[in-house]
């Protein structure tokens, strides 16, 4: 038996939560289980909650730093290095100051690429690759034709 909401999508299974059931209804967005946010009944990935006030953006707002910004536009916390405006991404720093994973092979400290399951930088093999055959260079762009 699944309670409905007002927008017609279910609210999340208790088995989800460890046989607890969430009071946040889900995405009317069919196939998605994410939490709704605000009054639109979506989740932030499908246009849910408050969006960015700077003009011509579309990215969702986020909480601290400059009020109703995304974090290009001064929302969110920002990074802790003096001199830097940039957005943290963990530790209270961002990427360039040691936010986020670091790269696993020995003695480098560089950031990981996104894209593969090891945490490598672009330099030791992390990030995509050319598909071209017999190169290993990290790909700029998209690696189909």
Same mark, same amino acid.
């Given at each position: ?5 007002? !927008? ?8 989800? !939560?460890?046989?607890?059931?969430? +009071?946040?209804?889900?995405? =009317?967005? *069919?196939? $998605? ?5 605000? =009054?639109?009944?979506?989740?932030? =990935? %499908? &246009? ?6 700077? #003009? ?6 986020? !909480? &601290?730093? +400059? ?5 290009? %536009?001064? &929302? ?5 290095? #003096?001199?830097?405006?940039?957005? *943290?991404?963990?530790?209270?720093? $961002?990427? +360039? %100051?040691?936010?986020? #994973? ?8 560089? =950031? *990981? ?5 090891? !945490?490598?930088? +672009? ?6 690759? $050319? ?9 700029? &762009?998209?690696?189909?034709?």
């Amino acid at each position: 038996m699944s309670k409905r909401n007002f !927008y017609g999508t279910g609210w999340a299974a208790a088995e989800e !939560y460890g046989g607890r059931t969430s +009071k946040v209804p889900r995405c =009317a967005v *069919a196939g $998605c289980g994410k939490g709704s946010r605000g =009054a639109s009944g979506r989740c932030k =990935a %499908h &246009g849910g909650g408050k969006l960015c006030e700077e #003009p011509g953006c579309k990215a969702a707002s986020v !909480y &601290g730093g +400059k009020a109703n910004r995304c974090i290009t %536009h001064g &929302g969110g916390q920002r990074c802790e290095e #003096p001199g830097c405006d940039k957005g *943290a991404y963990s530790r209270g720093v $961002c990427v +360039k %100051h040691g936010g986020g #994973p670091r790269c696993e092979e020995p003695g480098c400290g560089k =950031a *990981a690429a996104k894209g593969r399951d090891e !945490y490598l930088c +672009k330099n030791h093999g992390g990030g995509k690759r $050319c598909e071209e055959p017999n190169c290993s260079k990290s790909a700029i &762009g998209p690696t189909k034709r």
